[in-house]
Antibody, heavy 118, light 106 residues
Framework: QVHLVQSGAEVKKPGASVKVSCKVS????????MHWVRQAPGKGLEWMGG????????IYAQKFQGRVTMTEDTFTDTAYMELNSLRSDDTAVYYC???????????WGQGTRVTVSS | DIQMTQSPSSVSAAVGERITITCRTS??????LNWYQQKPGKAPKLLIY???SLQSGVPSRFSGSGSGTDFTLTISSLQPEDFATYYC?????????FGQGTRLEI
């Protein structure tokens, strides 16, 4: 049973960067394909990017290309999502999720609230 | 990008009723359609994957079907804990888009 625990809430100013962590337990990170999904207040779910097992690399939604970096530390089994040049519309809850059968996300972190405000 | 359109956007129902939520996609595929349930302040929870496969631990009153561009999530007999928001998601082609959500209210 995989368990994902994310880092705590962040408050950032416009133009700053944020790095959210996602600690994996129950499995090793090398056994998982991790993805990141965000949800703005009162809005739906938005896929940001994740590991593509076929390409064996990270793919990003075009909307975030050049502004987001997803990395992994296999020694600590921790995944990271860093988002740069933050804007007020980046205010959202950010989730990590583990990919399962047919590309579904069967395990989710608890979410990290990121607030961007001057 | 594959567009996902859920209907209805919200629905009111009573305990014991049967409800169906529809997800229409802008591109046809068969098995890469997933359904999630989300309650306020909580992370989404996987209910159905690959169109019709029930995730382990999910009650059998949840079922999924469909192919092509039309998919459905059915809850056969609503229970109090089922009142939540439901999202479909396609995992056929990146970006892996979600529907806008269907809010199920009492």
């Amino acid at each position: 049973q995989v368990h994902l625990v994310q880092s705590g809430a962040e408050v950032k100013k416009p133009g700053a960067s944020v790095k959210v962590s996602c600690k994996v337990s129950g499995f090793t990170l090398t056994e998982l394909a991790m993805h990141w999904v965000r949800q703005a207040p009162g809005k739906g779910l938005e896929w940001m990017g994740g590991f593509d097992p076929e390409d064996k690399g990270v793919i990003y939604a075009q909307k975030f290309q050049g502004r987001v970096t997803m990395t992994e530390d296999t020694f600590t089994d921790t995944a990271y999502m860093e988002l740069n040049s933050l804007r007020s519309d980046d205010t959202a809850v950010y989730y990590c999720a583990a990919e399962g059968s047919s590309g579904s996300y069967y395990s989710w972190g608890q979410g990290t609230r990121v607030t961007v405000s001057s | 990008d594959i567009q996902m359109t859920q209907s209805p956007s919200s629905v009111s129902a009573a305990v014991g009723e049967r409800i169906t939520i529809t997800c229409r996609t802008s591109q046809a595929f068969s098995t890469y359609l997933n359904w999630y349930q989300q309650k306020p302040g909580k992370a989404p929870k996987l209910l159905i994957y690959a169109t019709s496969s029930l995730q382990s631990g999910v009650p059998s009153r949840f079922s999924g079907s469909g192919s092509g561009t039309d998919f459905t999530l059915t809850i056969s007999s609503l229970q109090p804990e089922d009142f939540a928001t439901y999202y479909c998601q396609q995992s056929y082609s990146a970006p892996y888009t979600f529907g806008q959500g269907t809010r199920l209210e009492i």
